[in-house]
C-alpha cells in the first residue's frame, strides 16, 4: 500500500522557518522525482519545488532563495527547508511521487501569522 505522510506543518511567525517532511512507504521511492506543491483557499495548487532521481532541484520563483528541497532515499524522505516565511505562505502543502505512477499525500497546514 503506497503512503506519503506529511508533518512539520503549524503556525509560524513572519520571518520564521519551518521544516517539512513527507515519509512514504510502497513504492520505489528512489525511482521518483519527488515535489512540493502547495494550495492556499481559493487559489489553485502550485508547484513549489521538485527533485529528480538524479537530485537536480527547480523551485518556483517566489521561493527561490528561502525553500530548499532534499531527499534521503535510505529513509524513502524528502524535506522542504522554509526559512524567512511571509503571510503569502500560508497553504497547504502536499508531497508528490512521480515516477511510474504519480502519488500525493494528504497534506499539511502552513499558516504564517503575527
Known amino acids: 500500500q503506497v503512503q506519503l505522510v506529511e508533518s512539520g506543518g503549524g503556525l509560524v511567525a513572519p520571518g520564521g522557518s519551518l521544516r517539512l517532511s513527507c515519509t512514504t512507504s510502497g513504492f520505489a521511492f528512489s525511482t521518483y522525482t519527488m515535489s512540493w506543491y502547495r494550495q492556499a483557499p481559493r487559489n489553485e495548487r502550485e508547484l513549489v519545488a521538485f527533485?529528480?532521481?538524479?537530485?537536480?532541484?527547480n523551485y518556483a520563483n517566489s521561493v527561490k532563495g528561502r525553500f530548499t528541497i532534499s531527499r534521503d532515499n535510505a529513509k524513502s524522505m524528502v524535506y522542504l527547508q522554509m526559512n524567512s516565511l511571509k503571510p503569502e505562505d500560508t497553504a497547504e502543502y502536499y508531497c508528490?511521487?512521480?515516477?511510474?505512477?504519480?502519488?500525493w499525500g494528504q497534506g499539511t497546514q502552513v499558516t504564517v501569522s503575527s
Open positions: 508528490k511521487a512521480q515516477g511510474w505512477r504519480t502519488y
Open positions: 527533485i529528480t532521481t538524479t537530485y537536480i532541484t
